[in-house]
T-cell receptor, first 110, second 114 residues
Framework: GQNIDQPTEMTATEGAIVQINCTYQ??????LFWYQQHAGEAPTFLSY????GLEEKGRFSSFLSRSKGYSYLLLKELQMKDSASYLC???????????FGAGTRLAVHP | DTEVTQTPKHLVMGMTNKKSLKCEQH?????MYWYKQKAKKPPELMFV???????INESVPSRFSPECPNSSLLNLHLHALQPEDSALYLC?????????????FGDGTRLSIL
């Protein structure tokens, strides 16, 4: 079967670093994607991994281990505007079907 | 600013109405998607179009009818919807249907069924 899991809520302090973990199980895997979604808005693409290792994009980095079915999103120099839900999703099958996790609500406080 | 444009942003309709949601992208993407998202839930895939052909229908009720007139446009025709169909409807596109390229989402249409 297919499933994906991430923590429901996290809190962090402005200026700090936070790591959001994601574990998944699937028989067919194309890639792992991270999206940010503010309340009432559409998801915004942040980062993705096709191969194992770390991908860095400014303040955001994402890591993938395919053998462990594990990914994380690292957010550095947290800002108040980073308070949002972070969605982990993997692509499976021949038509880029995205399977989303339930999302992690991150609250950044001063 | 998103490069996937959806109209309208908000739509209120009765259960007997017929309306259409529209999505447009000019990134040259050849795969386009419709998702439905309920409050505090992740997006759920409804349809996938690849090279203007319907590739995936996730057992969506026939009161939702997708259409892809050309490679830049994707429509979702709505008829005889139910109150439980109230949700945020998201359009997305990707370079192609291979799962190694990210999908980019539009701002969505917030649909309310009276």
């Amino acid at each position: 079967g297919q499933n994906i899991d991430q923590p429901t809520e996290m809190t962090a302090t402005e200026g700090a670093i936070v790591q959001i973990n994601c574990t998944y199980q699937t028989s067919g895997f194309n890639g792992l994607f991270w999206y940010q979604q503010h309340a009432g808005e559409a998801p915004t693409f942040l980062s993705y991994n096709v191969l194992d290792g770390l991908e860095e994009k400014g303040r955001f980095s994402s890591f993938l281990s395919r053998s462990k079915g594990y990914s994380y999103l690292l957010l550095k120099e947290l800002q108040m505007k980073d308070s949002a839900s972070y969605l982990c999703a993997f692509s499976s099958g021949g038509y880029n079907k995205l399977i989303f996790g339930a999302g992690t609500r991150l609250a950044v406080h001063p | 600013d998103t490069e996937v444009t959806q109209t309208p942003k908000h739509l209120v309709m009765g259960m007997t109405n017929k309306k259409s949601l529209k999505c447009e992208q000019h990134m040259g993407h050849r795969a386009m998607y419709w998702y439905k998202q309920k409050a505090k839930k992740p997006p759920e895939l409804m349809f996938v179009y690849s090279y203007e052909k319907l590739s995936i229908n996730e057992s969506v009720p026939s009161r939702f009818s997708p259409e892809c007139p050309n490679s830049s446009l994707l429509n979702l025709h709505l008829h005889a919807l139910q109150p439980e169909d109230s949700a945020l409807y998201l359009c997305a596109s990707s370079q192609d249907r291979q799962g190694r390229q990210p999908q980019h989402f539009g701002d969505g249409t917030r649909l309310s069924i009276l």
